[in-house]
């Protein structure tokens, strides 16, 4: 156990949709990025919020966005959906953003888009 | 374009095997590399590597970084089906808030 954790589990949506997907990061941690991890690849980097302010950001489009709170939690919300979104969503959270700082991960969403 | 390639990508051995794991890496702007296993959903933390040629060890598990030439290895010794899983390496960058992963190596341990 980590002590990250992301909600839903599973959700199922249809494309067109919207959906928010949400992350608490280990306590005392205030850095969070997001991964996209398709069947049989490694994760995809989405970004990364660092103490609330969008730190990085990986080749994915506008409408993949996200949010981080003053208590360091996070949302990726992504809008149109598109079959391709179909994937686990991973996020993980460190201490500091410097690339010296292990993340740990949460267990993950996994979003189904029919 | 930043590449971080795995090999190989999938293994099957025995109980007891020795096998090792690759990871190399073209990155700009380098700063450590991880290693994860994942099993069923959440890659777990292994390794963290900066330093070239100071090898990390936790129990069967060992790694190393090689800065020179750009690569890693993961070691896993006297195999057993529990080490099944997906071993994912990844970069992480200098000041910079992203990282890169590779695809993963696929690990199958027969009884």
């Known amino acids: 156990e980590t002590g990250v954790t992301q909600s839903p589990t599973h959700l199922i949506k249809t494309r067109g949709q919207q959906v928010t997907l949400r992350c608490s990061s280990q306590s005392g941690h205030n850095t969070v990025s997001w991964y996209q991890q398709a069947l049989g690849q490694g994760p995809q980097f989405i970004f990364q919020y660092y103490r609330e302010e969008e730190n990085g950001r990986g080749n994915f489009p506008p409408r993949f966005s996200g949010l981080q709170f003053p208590n360091y939690s996070s949302e990726l919300n992504v809008n149109a959906l598109e079959l391709d979104d179909s994937a686990l969503y991973l996020c993980a959270s460190s201490l500091g953003n410097s690339g010296r700082n292990t993340q740990y991960f949460g267990p993950g969403t996994r979003l189904t888009v029919l | 374009e930043d590449k971080v390639v795995q090999s190989p990508l999938s293994l099957v051995v025995h109980e007891g095997d020795t096998v090792t794991l690759n990871c190399s890496y073209e990155v700009t702007n380098f700063r450590s590399l991880l290693w994860y296993k994942q099993e069923k959903k959440a890659p777990t933390f292994l390794f963290m590597l900066t330093s070239s040629g100071i090898e990390k060890k936790s129990g069967r598990l060992s790694s190393i970084l090689d800065k020179k030439e750009l690569f890693s290895i993961l070691n896993i010794t006297a195999t057993q089906t529990g080490d099944s899983a997906i071993y994912l390496c990844?970069?992480?960058?200098?000041?910079?808030?992203?990282?890169?992963f590779g695809d993963g190596t696929t690990l199958t341990v027969k009884p």
């Open positions: 990844a970069v992480l960058y200098t000041n910079a808030g992203k990282s890169t």
